[in-house]
């Protein structure tokens, strides 16, 4: 996991809850394996969720990826939808 990025304890229930319309989360766990950027998994009342905290601050960046991401799938491709990314969390 990215030791820049914010820890599981700075990623928090009631930061998610605020900024995404997940309902009630459950759980958040570290997920391994990010060397650039942190990476959660998110039990939330609306489902389970990807939670990518990004290093560089830059917001342009990650609406830059969303916006590859969520280009329209090929017929038969699947893909999950994702939330807008916001500005970091404190």
Same mark, same amino acid.
């Given at each position: 996991?990215? %030791?820049? #990025? &914010?820890t599981a304890a700075q990623v928090t @229930? &009631?930061?998610?809850?605020?900024?995404?319309p @997940?309902? %009630?989360v459950q759980s958040v766990t570290p997920?391994?394996?990010g060397s @650039?950027? #942190?990476?959660? !998994?998110?039990q939330?009342?609306?489902? %389970?969720?990807?939670l990518r905290v990004y290093r560089d601050p830059r917001l342009d960046r990650a609406r830059r990826e969303h916006a590859t991401v969520g280009w329209p799938a090929r017929p038969g491709f699947p893909r999950r939808a994702? !939330? &807008? &990314? %916001?500005r970091a969390i404190p």
């Open positions: 996991m990215n %030791t820049a #990025a &914010p @229930v &009631p930061g998610i809850e605020a900024r995404w @997940v309902g %009630t997920l391994a394996g @650039v950027n #942190a990476a959660y !998994c998110v939330a009342q609306a489902g %389970t969720f990807h994702s !939330c &807008p &990314p %916001t």
